[in-house]
């Protein structure tokens, strides 16, 4: 079990470029969340999936925001003609459903400032 | 709506001592997890200690535990014997779920805690 991992852990960008984050999830997990957290504030939900299916998508994942988990593994996070407002940190978290336990683990995040 | 409110932005204990972090949240709903998260400065979040709400009994793991009210509402954590790696931002988290159906956090704004030596 090496945990959550996230790639990349910085990202400085100009206003108008597209961005796209990558989350390894624990391998046995079988949920994976993406949130965003900016500074002072808890994590906000944006969207999570159930294997490759995204079940949910909160009303901050603008048309901008797009997210995959293609073979039920990784999940990407795209963020097309990026804003300051994009400006945060971008939380992935993965949990196993069933068994009586329901904690998520979280990943290191991904910095990123639009510039 | 589920809501989770964290009234103390920021709390500082001197090492050794016990200090008790506040959580309220409101929700219509009757099967949820409560959770507490600790996020130590420029490291990941971490579970410090999980709640089911159908059980009365309060969770503790070592030097945590809560203080968990169902019908006030309120989720507080308490940790013993203060160490100066306990200092983090400590979020407050609510889950809703439905048998095998987990949900998303609710999360609070947290409460950034010092542990003074």
Known sequence: DTGVSQDPRHKITKRGQNVTFRCDPISEHNRLYWYRQTLGQGPEFLTYFQNEAQLEKSRLLSDRFSAERPKGSFSTLEIQRTEQGDSAMYLCASSLVGGGRYEQYFGPGTRLTVT | ?117
């Open chain 2, 1 to 117: 709506a589920q809501t989770v409110t964290q009234s103390q932005p920021e709390m500082s204990v001197q090492e050794a001592e016990t200090v008790t972090l506040s959580c309220t949240y409101d929700t219509s709903e009757n099967n949820y997890y409560l959770f507490w998260y600790k996020q130590p400065p420029s490291r990941q979040m971490i579970l410090v200690i999980r709640q089911e709400a159908y059980k009365q009994q309060n969770a503790t793991e070592n030097r945590f535990s809560v203080n968990f009210q169902k019908a006030a509402k309120s989720f507080s954590l308490k940790i013993s014997d203060s160490q100066l790696g306990d200092t983090a931002m400590y979020f407050c988290a609510f889950m809703k779920h439905d048998g095998a159906r987990s949900y998303k956090y609710i999360f609070g704004t947290g409460t950034r805690l010092k542990v003074l030596a």
